[in-house]
């Protein structure tokens, strides 16, 4: 089973500064990997899907990189609605996929 | 647009079966796609369980084959979850999805609280 551990677990920052979000594969997922930001009460919403590629709607300040097994989603500078938690999740052995621990992104 | 939702009991006893449906609307199950399930604790992060194919192929988490079963009636365009012998650590939002190498897309989640 591939294990992908994300860090920070917490991230403290302020609006309009610049998040860096890792995520680290235990073995290599090539670039099947994607990201999801998850707002209390509410299922999570696809950011970036094959590492790099935003999906629909999402605004042109997160963008994401990596290949193998270390990967960064970055928000180039923060909104307000940024604030929330942050998964990855790999898609390399489909159709059977894995979730990291996801990263709290705080207001400090 | 497909939407999907989840039903089922939000209180099961230790030890029994944890039943769920979801409900798909807005597309066939029938014509593609992997349909599955996914939990998050409370206060704790995603946990994939097991995902079916329209054509009835299963895959399940490793960690949680032996206690799970994911099924599929075309007929109804829905899909279902059994977790026998729960435990408290089974306590969870309980997520239906549509599963593609590109995205998931996500029913509302419902809460199922395991306790006596």
């Known amino acids: 089973e591939i294990v992908l551990t994300q860090s920070p677990a917490t991230l403290s920052l302020s609006p309009g500064e610049r998040a860096t979000l890792s995520c680290r594969a235990s073995?290599?997922?090539?670039?099947?990997l994607a990201w999801y930001q998850q707002k209390p009460g509410q299922a999570p919403r696809l950011l970036i899907y094959?590492?790099?590629n935003r999906a629909t709607g999402i605004p042109a300040r997160f963008s994401g990189s990596g290949s193998g097994t270390d990967f960064t989603l970055t928000i180039s500078s923060l909104e307000p609605e940024d604030f929330a938690v942050y998964y990855c999740?790999?898609?390399?052995?489909?159709?059977?996929?894995?979730f990291g621990q996801g990263t709290r992104l705080e207001i400090k | 647009q497909v939407q999907l939702q989840e039903s089922g009991p939000g209180l099961v006893k230790p030890s029994e079966t944890l039943s769920l449906t979801c409900a798909v609307s807005?597309?066939?199950?029938?014509?593609?796609?992997?349909w599955g399930w996914i939990r998050q604790p409370p206060g704790k992060g995603l946990e994939w369980i097991g995902s079916?194919?329209?054509?009835?192929?299963?895959y399940y988490n490793p960690s949680l084959k032996s206690r799970v079963t994911i099924s599929v009636d075309t007929s109804k365009n829905q899909f279902s979850l059994k977790l026998s012998s729960v435990t408290a650590a089974d306590t969870a939002v309980y997520y239906c999805?549509?599963?593609?190498?590109?995205?998931?897309?996500w029913g509302q989640g419902t809460l199922v609280t395991v306790s006596s």
């Open positions: 807005g597309y066939s199950i029938s014509s593609g796609y992997y």
């Open positions: 999805a549509r599963l593609s190498r590109q995205q998931l897309v």
């Open positions: 079916i194919y329209h054509s009835g192929s299963t």
């Open positions: 073995q290599s997922v090539s670039s099947y």
């Open positions: 999740q790999q898609r390399s052995n489909w159709p059977l996929i894995t």
């Open positions: 094959d590492a790099s």
